[in-house]
């Protein structure tokens, strides 16, 4: 996608701790107000303040932290939310999967051992297969390499073992901005039932849906994403 945003936007794409190229600190705790502070910290670094943030899945949620405790300009922010994990998980998945990812997390060969299974391009498209969506063989082959990276399975246990989306849940309406919610139908990660509940409690959220898309839709066709993405952003600053 960032070749065809990179015209119109100056773009600010950064890792998470201990996720892909960033590494983890040792006292790191990577709880969603920690990880929304920090990400905080690198645009005042930076001097920037965002006039759009977009985020997906798990980083929607942070998107949304970010402009609800941190933006100078909430009304005026926009947010745009592909496939986002805003509220918690139903049923029994709400109860064993956090301290499950905790459980792996406190292993230190979890990482490893994972790393190990996942890494080769039968297994990252089995993976991606789970989500919903279909990736191109180079599309696959760059997860494969993400997958076989301890550090970074390391650092997204950690992460998920630390995060508690309920109380963001709580505050959703206080996402008074522009709000536009990308939603893959096909989605096995994140069901499109959960994006038409949260999108019911934000006042000025708008979707649109992409047909026969899974939780990676921006990947599968990031020319459809952008079009919706650039036309609904025109019409927003039009009004």
Known sequence: MLPLLASRFTLVCPDLPGHAFTSPHASLNLSLPNVSGFLDQLLVTLKLKPSVVVGHSAGAALGAHWVIHHSHAIANTALVALNPAWLALPGLAYWLFPPAA???????????????????????????????????????????????????????????????????????????????????RQDQTVSPAQAQKAVKMMPHAQTRFFEGLGHLAHEEDPLQACEVMLKWQGLNQAN
């Open 102 to 184: 905790k459980l792996m997390a406190l292993n230190p060969a979890t990482g490893f051992l994972a790393a190990k299974f996942l890494a080769s391009p039968e297994q990252a498209e089995r993976l991606i297969a789970s989500t919903g969506s279909r990736l191109s063989p180079q599309d696959l082959s760059y997860y494969a390499a993400l997958l076989a990276s301890s550090t970074h399975i390391n650092g997204v246990l950690s992460m998920m073992s630390s995060w508690n989306v309920q109380t963001l849940e709580g505050r959703l309406p206080e996402l008074v901005g522009p709000i536009l919610m990308c939603i893959g």
